[in-house]
């Protein structure tokens, strides 16, 4: 059974930071992405950012220059560091697993952390 499990959510004003971690039993560096979501209420599941298997990171535009994603290969643990936080980027934040299996693929999704930033 493979597992995601993501930390770090909680409240922090406008202007502050988070950092989000997503714990995997399965080795995220093998993976093709790894992934950070994020789903608002009354919203759809959102990228925020990604990492490829090779290292190269992808940004949504709301996120670039504000959020870093990374991954720590000693700990098999995803990272993402939220800057500047805004109180539009409240949200339950989901961690996720992209596998190739050619032909096919695997989807793994964590459990979701909130994240809440208001003053």
């Known amino acids: 059974q493979v597992q995601l499990v993501e930390s770090g959510g909680g409240l922090v004003q406008p202007g502050g930071s988070l950092t989000l971690s997503c714990e995997g039993s399965l080795d995220i560096f093998n993976m093709y992405a790894m992934s950070w979501y994020r789903q608002a209420p009354g919203k759809e599941r959102e990228v925020v950012a990604r990492i490829l298997r090779g290292g190269g990171t992808q940004y949504e535009d709301f996120a670039k220059g504000r959020f870093t994603i990374s991954r720590d290969r000693a700990k098999n643990t995803l990272y993402l560091q939220m800057n500047s936080l805004k109180p539009e980027d409240t949200a339950v934040y989901y961690c996720?697993?992209?596998?190739?299996?050619?032909?096919?693929?695997?989807?793994?999704w964590g459990q979701g952390t909130q994240v809440t930033v208001s003053s």
């Open positions: 996720n697993a992209f596998e190739s299996t050619m032909p096919g693929y695997n989807d793994y």
